[in-house]
C-alpha cells in the first residue's frame, strides 16, 4: 500500500504564493522511483491535470499554470511540493496529489487552496 498526504493548503489573496506538500510512505520504493503528479478539482467542476515530475525529474504543467506553478521533490523526504506564485482566483480547488505505481492509481486526500480577496 501506498500513503499520500497532502499539506499546506489555506486562504490567500490573489497574488500571493503558497507551497503544497505531498508526503508518501508505505511501500512507495522511493519517491522519484514512480513519477508524480498534482491534479485539482475545482468547485462544481471536474478534477484536471495540473502538474508531473517524471522518474529522471522532468517536468509538465497545464498551460492555465505554465510559468506560475512549480513541481519539485525532495528524495529523501519522499516528499513532493507544488509551488503555486502569482495566485488567481480561478486556482481556487482541492488539490490532490496522484501516483501510478505497478498499474496501480493512489490518490490523497486533498488540501483545499481558497484565492480570494
Known amino acids: 500500500q501506498v500513503q499520500l498526504v497532502e499539506s499546506g493548503g489555506g486562504l490567500v489573496q490573489p497574488g500571493e504564493s503558497l507551497r503544497l506538500s505531498c508526503a508518501g510512505s508505505?511501500?512507495?520504493?522511493?519517491?522519484?522511483?514512480?513519477?508524480m503528479d498534482w491534479y485539482r478539482q475545482p468547485p462544481g467542476k471536474q478534477r484536471e491535470f495540473v502538474a508531473t515530475i517524471a522518474r529522471g525529474g522532468g517536468t509538465d504543467y497545464a498551460d492555465s499554470v505554465k510559468g506560475r506553478f512549480t513541481i519539485s521533490r525532495d528524495n529523501a523526504k519522499n516528499t513532493v511540493y507544488l509551488q503555486m506564485d502569482s495566485l488567481k482566483p480561478e486556482d481556487t480547488a482541492v488539490y490532490y496529489c496522484?501516483?501510478?505505481?505497478?498499474?496501480?492509481?493512489?490518490w490523497g486526500k486533498g488540501t483545499l487552496v481558497t484565492v480570494s480577496s
Open positions: 496522484h501516483r501510478e505505481q505497478y498499474g496501480i492509481s493512489y
Open positions: 508505505g511501500r512507495i520504493f522511493g519517491i522519484s522511483s514512480f513519477a
